[in-house]
């Protein structure tokens, strides 16, 4: 009996490995391309993507996914972007001699009907209790004074430390109108903040399991 618990042990932590394999891609530093191609392919569905990167100097890096451009990797570590190559990389930051490529889940997509408040509470609403990143496309109405200061530290952020994007319509002395590009709902909680807004868009979710009471568009495995 003891024996038969041992082998089903195994078996299980087995399963497991095989499960956890499937959410972790390893790329030699040759396999540039290919390993580029799939970290973007998940990036655009929606999911979260971390890339631990060891260099040919005996270095190992973590960062989150940027963006890809050809065979170039850009990761954000710390708020600092660095960009990957493979291991003759001559322009990169870092020459890569194993990738490996890390995400969780799948992605929800939701409808966001209309909602009006305060920034902070509006876009609060669409945080769920768990997830592995939330980013929001929409038109986004600000009433009030938003300064280009504060609409440019948002649209920095959303462009350039992120996969995301935010496109400034119009901005006067009464308010602004604003779409965001798959943009994570935390910077629009915190530079909305005190803004009274109305929005309506999409709701990209990262996470385990379906966790927001909205309507359901389509659930995205990688």
């Known amino acids: 009996m003891k024996h038969k618990k041992t082998i089903a042990l195994i078996i299980m932590i087995a399963v497991a490995g095989t499960v956890l394999n499937l959410k972790v891609q390893h790329y030699q530093g040759g396999e540039i391309y290919e390993s580029a191609n799939k970290a973007y392919g998940l990036l655009v569905r929606g999911f979260n993507v971390t890339v631990i990167v060891e260099t040919v100097d005996g270095k190992t890096i973590e960062g989150t996914l940027l963006s890809v451009r050809g065979s170039t990797i850009s990761i ?32 929800y997509l939701y409808e966001v009907s209309p909602m009006e408040g305060k920034g902070s509470e509006v876009f609060a609403k669409l945080l769920p209790d768990q997830y592995y990143s939330v980013r929001y496309s929409g038109k986004i ?29 119009h901005l006067g002395p009464n308010g602004a109108i604003i779409t965001a590009n798959m943009v994570p709902v935390q910077y629009l909680i915190k530079y909305l903040d005190n803004y009274t807004v109305y929005t309506y868009g999409l ?20």
Not at 87 to 104: C, G, M, N, Q, R
Not at 157 to 162: F, I, Q
């Open 141 to 169: 109405y600000i009433e009030g004074g938003i300064t280009p200061i504060e609409l440019g530290k948002l649209k920095y952020l959303a462009d350039y430390k992120t996969y995301g994007s935010i496109t400034i319509n």
């Open 76 to 107: 954000v570590v710390n708020g600092t972007t660095y960009t990957v190559g493979g291991p003759e990389a001559t322009k990169e930051d870092l020459k890569a001699k194993l990738i490996k490529i890390i995400y969780h889940g799948k992605v």
């Open 203 to 222: 709701l990209y979710v990262n996470s385990n399991e379906r966790n927001l009471p909205l309507k359901l568009i389509e659930v995205r495995g990688p």
